[in-house]
């Protein structure tokens, strides 16, 4: 699985975008898939997945309420609706891949600049 990110940008304090990942295999259907960010100087965090069917959401605590993970399985397509947006929000998003719910995210983005400005 191929994964490409994209839709980031530049914000102001309490506005939106929305995040894409677009993936490339026949497969995509089949996995599970996150959403992590890592701010400059910053480990690589966790910010949100979603179960291969969609049927099951996950978020961080810092997240909840605002963001909103969703998966198109026949656009092959990954999103993170992005609400309420906070400074702390500003990082390189990317977005990942894994098989199962117990298995690592073996598959990676390149990952998207948001900058969120107070």
């Known amino acids: 699985v191929q994964l490409q990110a994209y839709g980031g940008g530049s914000v102001q304090a309490g506005g939106s975008l929305r995040l894409s990942c677009a993936a490339s295999g026949r497969t995509f259907s089949s996995y599970d898939m996150g959403w992590f960010r890592q701010a400059p100087g910053k480990e690589r965090r966790f910010v949100a997945s979603i179960t291969w069917g969609g049927g099951s959401t996950y978020y961080a605590d810092s997240v909840k309420g605002r963001f909103t993970i969703s998966k198109d399985n026949a656009k092959n397509t990954v999103y993170l609706q992005m609400n309420s947006l906070k400074p702390e929000d500003t990082a390189v998003y990317f977005c990942?891949?894994?098989?199962?719910?117990?298995?690592?995210?073996?598959?990676w983005g390149q990952g998207t600049q948001v900058t969120v400005s107070s």
């Open positions: 990942a891949a894994r098989a199962t719910v117990i298995s690592d995210y073996a598959y």
